[in-house]
């Protein structure tokens, strides 16, 4: 069955604000999403308010699951201050015995010195978490980590694959997967699986047209739906595949698990090595040991007479790795080969396994296994 927008609204008229209007006359919600028993929006209300809002944010929740027909729902509180206005007073310290407020899907500000890295845990069933990222899109990082976790798979490892470019999934077309995540008896959902890799994406949610309007609050639900909601069974090493940046998804993915290292793609060209020296700025800076920098498009070989043409330069990221004192992991060609089987949904580990290309990844997926073995070993 098919839930349209309508029967949502139809559903949140009937909760009512902190100041008794309407929930869909109080001026509040973002534009809804509603596909294939998926439902996503936000309610967007003012920081000094929030505290109030969040039981309506779970109420509103609770209405749209009852909804028949509805699989997945993700309601944010989005708060922001208000121009000129004073900041939201600190919550108060709860009395012994009594609860405090948590609020679901915000950030709470560190309490008493506290880090924000204290509200990490491990997901059940995963030895490892690692992200692969790039401080710019553009340069290959979604092809890297599918065949890197391929390439991992190819060594032994249980390996599973999170999509987590919110606003620009990738996954779904690398891996030439349309179907719908289904449901298991606790609600969890299950990831698809091809290659022999678990895999899961906000791609196969929503529609690969779909523009996802959304702010950072809801990115950030998002990315904690996909980790802390999925089924993922027993993994040695879950690959992420992060968005380009160091924005919300990135802070909440190093909030929220203990990542085990992350791995910085990018290409030769100058450019490209300023954003990604800011991405492992970014990791240093949350504790996350950086796994190494892998090159790619690091030349193109002409497969007519087998010269070497340095297109984006060569030797930037190596030189780059060198100079902060992290691993070189690797050199990527710019190859029609990686290109088309990426875009065909048979990545080049798997369609050509016994190929140069694969050899590469594979080497590169060496580097990254010896370096997690211990964690691997101890979960």
Not at 221 to 226: D, F, G, K, R, Y
Not at 288 to 309: A, D, R, W
Request: proline share 8%; hydrophobic share 45%.
């Amino acid at each position: 069955m098919s839930v349209t927008q309508q029967q949502v609204l139809d559903s949140l008229a009937r909760i009512k604000s902190p100041r008794g209007v309407a929930l869909t006359n109080a001026n509040v919600l973002s534009a809804i999403s509603a596909s294939g028993g998926k439902v996503f929006f936000s309610i967007n209300v003012d920081a000094a308010e929030a505290r109030a809002w969040e039981s309506i944010r779970a109420e509103a929740e609770a209405a749209v699951r009852a909804i028949p027909g509805v699989t997945t729902v993700m309601v944010a509180l989005t708060a922001e201050r208000k121009p000129g206005s004073a900041p939201p007073p600190p919550p108060p310290t709860p009395s012994r015995g009594a609860p405090g407020v948590q609020p679901v899907h915000a950030h709470k500000p560190p309490q008493g010195g506290q880090s924000p890295m204290s509200r990490q845990s491990e997901i059940p069933g995963v030895a490892a978490v690692i992200a692969v990222a790039s401080g710019k899109g553009g340069v290959g990082k979604s092809t890297t980590a599918l065949n890197l976790a391929l390439g991992l798979r190819d060594l032994g490892l249980k390996v599973g694959l999170l999509d987590a470019d919110i606003y620009g999934p990738s996954v779904p077309r690398l891996t030439g997967l349309r179907d719908k995540p289904e449901l298991n008896a606790e609600r969890k959902m299950i990831p698809l699986r091809r290659f022999g890799l678990a895999i899961m994406s906000i791609g196969f949610l929503v529609e690969e047209e779909t523009a996802m309007i959304w702010r950072g609050p809801m990115v950030m639900s998002a990315v904690t739906q996909m980790l802390r909601d999925v089924e993922w069974g027993r993994l040695d090493v879950l690959v992420v595949d992060m968005p380009p940046g160091t924005g919300d998804a990135q802070l909440t993915l190093a909030q929220n698990v203990p990542l085990k290292g992350a791995v910085i793609v990018s290409t030769p060209q100058d450019l490209s090595l300023i954003d990604a020296r800011r991405g492992l700025a970014m990791f240093k800076k949350v504790n996350v040991p950086v796994l190494g920098i892998v090159e790619n498009m690091s030349y193109f070989q002409c497969p007519h007479c087998g010269t070497k043409s340095d297109i984006f330069g060569h030797g930037g990221a190596r030189h780059e790795a060198e100079k902060l004192g992290v691993p070189f992991l690797g050199e990527i060609p710019l190859h029609m080969a990686i290109r088309a089987t990426s875009d065909a949904g048979n990545p080049v580990v798997d369609s050509e396994p016994d190929g140069a290309h694969a050899a590469i990844y594979r080497a590169i997926a060496g580097h990254v296994r010896d370096q997690l073995k211990g964690v691997i070993a101890a979960a």
